[in-house]
Every structure is written in C-alpha cells, then in structure tokens.
C-alpha cells in the first residue's frame, strides 16, 4: 500500500465488482425480459401466427438493455490497473465504478422485468385487440428507458476523474 492510503492492493476489487455487477445484472433482466416475453409469443402465436413478426419487438428491447451492461462493463474493465503502488487504482475510483456497475445493472434488471411482464400481456392483448399494440409500444418505451436512465448514471459515474 501506498504512503497516502488511496491505492491499497484490493481497490480494483471494487472495480472488477462494478464490472461483474453491470454485465450479469442487466443480462439477468434481458434474460427475464426474453423469456417472459417469449412465453407470450408462443402462446399468441398458436392463435394469430401472422403476428409473430411484429410481436418480436419486446424481445428487441429486452435485449438491448444488456448492451446498456455491456458498454459500461467495457468502459469499466479498460479503466481497471492494478493496485498498491504510487499512483495506482485508488480506491474513490472503485468505489465509483462499483456504483456504475451496480446503477446500470439494477436499473436494467428492474427495467428487465417491467419489459417482459408488460411484453407477454401486450403481445397476448395485442392478438386479441390490434389497437393494444401502440399502447403497448409506448409501455415498452417507458420501461426501456429506466435502463436508459441507469446507464447515463453508469457513464457519468465511470467517466468521472
């Protein structure tokens, strides 16, 4: 450890920790967000197979907020060095990558769920009701924007000096 106590040897834990965090809690939403919407899929598509196509697009964006983990995992994971020695990772800087990972992870495992539960009843509705699918749509928009929110807080977190 260095003289001043801000590059101890396990401050890039908490880095590699933000890392971890933003990649597999954003997959885990995307993960839900796929499936949950997918099982709508299957179960309108058995009715109204001409609809499968245009009911795709839950998973869509389902999946995109694992890209929101992924770009702030990268970002993260360039920036990582090693620690315990002058001038090297300090531990404010893992600390704000730990919050970075955690911000863009738990946003999109939340914003995961709220599209897969809003996907499976809209894509179920929209088979039944074809006017469902704008309000659907904007539903969707709504939910995906709260990983959205999450990742511009990851990035001005991970970019910070």
């Known amino acids: 450890?260095?003289?001043?106590?801000?590059?101890?040897?396990?401050?890039?834990?908490?880095?590699?920790?933000g890392t971890a965090s933003a990649i597999v809690f954003s997959s885990l939403g995307a993960a839900?967000?796929?499936?949950?919407?997918?099982t709508g899929i299957a179960a309108m598509a058995v009715m109204r197979p001409e609809l499968i196509m245009k009911s795709i697009i839950p998973v869509v964006?389902?999946?995109?907020?694992?890209?929101?983990g992924l770009v702030v995992a990268a970002i993260i994971a360039n920036q990582l060095e090693e620690g315990g020695k002058k001038d090297g990772y300090k531990l404010f800087k893992g600390?704000?990558?730990?919050g970075a990972g955690l911000s863009v992870g738990l946003s999109g495992l939340a914003a995961g769920?709220?599209?897969?539960?809003?996907?499976?009843?809209?894509?179920r509705g929209t088979a039944q009701q074809p006017r469902l699918f704008v309000g659907m749509i904007l539903i969707l928009i709504f939910a995906e924007v709260l990983g959205l929110?999450?990742?511009?807080?990851?990035?001005?977190?991970?970019?910070?000096?």
Do not use: E, R, W
């Not at 839900?32 to 997918?38: D, I, L, P, Q, V």
């Not at 964006?61 to 929101?68: C, L, N, P, S, W």
């Not at 600390?95 to 730990?98: G, K, P, V």
């Not at 769920?113 to 809209?122: H, L, P, S, T, Y």
């Open 1 to 17: 450890m260095s003289d001043d106590g801000l590059s101890p040897v396990y401050a890039p834990f908490f880095g590699v920790l």
């Open 32 to 38: 839900y967000g796929t499936a949950k919407s997918g």
């Open 61 to 68: 964006m389902a999946g995109i907020i694992a890209i929101y």
């Open 95 to 98: 600390f704000l990558h730990l």
């Open 113 to 123: 769920f709220a599209i897969g539960i809003v996907g499976d009843a809209g894509v």
């Open 149 to 161: 929110y999450g990742l511009i807080v990851a990035l001005v977190l991970a970019t910070k000096q």
